[in-house]
């Protein structure tokens, strides 16, 4: 073989193995993960978790695009669009979810979960398990149940010490029959509305006050426009990781169990960041102004919010909500 006929079948050769190589490398498949919190938050935590394991179990073949701050619109927008395929996967407190699947109204009763491990116990179980795979039957597939935390009131009214401080308080609670109930019972004057619209609200006067986890209030500076923050802790918010069911049964059982093992990490890294930023969380609300009402009678409020168990704790499952008390 003379010189210029061996080289170029060494040319042929190497172009032949750079495009074998460039069509078995795969084209990366690009998905977006919305959530309303910013990227500096424990959704954001979770966000960037989930991103990094992703790209880790499929070798750069799948890449989330983190989609903060509201950016693909509320949580209940979100959920719209991952039933139509607009939007890839979210971060989502169960605020809106039970517009969507009733059986997780379950989880938003007030004075349900004892504390954070309670919480843990009974979604990290069968009951947590047998609601997400209800998310299926709405085009969703529920992945995990990462966290929010427990939430408390703000206000600019007054400090709430009792229910009797909340009457007729212009009250935001997000788009959840439950949680309207719970402060109807309270006599505040509850006023569903989205996420997105709320820090405006605030500022404007429309609503006096909100209610939400720490890591809310403290990522929100929301001593900027709150003066009393009371720690009734008086509902746990799970955060649910989601995606659309057209995207999820494009994916090949290997890859759907990349997804699923992602979204435990990210639920992992969300309680992580919640139990961190709650350490402190508190006393960076009150350095910068708030009043913080620790002395607080729970009796008095969960005596109150009765009536939102006699309303709705029959039409959605009571029995599920023996189970979730009787979790140990
Ligand atoms: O999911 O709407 C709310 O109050 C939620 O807690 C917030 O968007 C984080």
Redesign the pocket.
């Known amino acids: 073989m003379t010189t210029f006929s061996f080289n170029k079948t060494v040319v042929a050769l190497g172009a032949t193995l750079a495009f074998s190589a460039s069509s078995s490398a795969f084209a990366v498949q690009e998905m977006n993960l919305a959530?309303?919190?910013p990227l500096n938050s424990h959704?954001g935590e979770a966000g960037r978790a989930f991103a990094e394991e992703i790209d880790r179990l499929s070798d750069g073949e799948f890449k989330i695009n983190l989609r903060p701050a509201s950016a693909l619109g509320g949580?209940r927008d979100v959920l719209e669009g991952l039933q139509i395929g607009s939007v890839e996967l979210t971060l989502?407190?169960t605020?809106p979810i039970g517009n969507f699947i009733p059986s997780v109204y379950a989880l938003d009763f007030p004075f349900l979960f004892r504390d954070y491990d309670h919480a843990h116990k009974v979604l990290d179980g069968e009951i947590g398990q047998s609601l997400l795979d209800e998310f299926e039957n709405e085009g969703l597939i529920g992945l995990a149940w990462a966290e929010?935390g427990f939430?408390h009131l703000t206000n600019s009214v007054r400090p709430v010490e009792t229910p009797e401080d909340m009457q007729g308080m212009k009250i935001r609670t997000?788009e959840n029959q439950v949680h309207l109930e719970t402060f109807r019972a309270l006599g505040a004057a509850p006023t569903p509305i989205?996420?997105t619209e709320?820090i405006t609200a605030l500022q404007q006067g429309t609503i006096d006050g909100?209610e939400?986890?720490i890591p809310?209030l403290t990522v929100n500076n929301m001593w900027e426009i709150q003066d009393y923050l009371t720690l009734t802790g008086h509902v746990y918010?799970p955060?649910a990781v989601v995606m659309s069911k057209i995207y999820w049964d494009g994916l090949d059982e290997e890859q759907q169990g990349w997804f699923r093992d992602a979204a435990q990490v990210a639920a992992q890294a969300s309680r992580d960041a919640v139990q961190r930023i709650e350490s402190e969380g508190v006393e960076m609300l009150r350095s910068n102004g708030m009043e913080v009402v620790t002395d607080i009678d729970y009796e008095l409020f969960r005596n109150a919010v009765e009536p939102a168990y006699e309303r709705y704790a029959e039409q959605y499952d009571s029995e599920l909500l023996e189970r979730i008390r009787a979790t140990e």
Do not use: A
Request: proline fraction near 10%.
């Open positions: 959530f309303t919190p959704y949580e989502t407190s605020g929010n939430r997000m989205s996420w709320v909100q939400n986890p809310i918010s955060t």
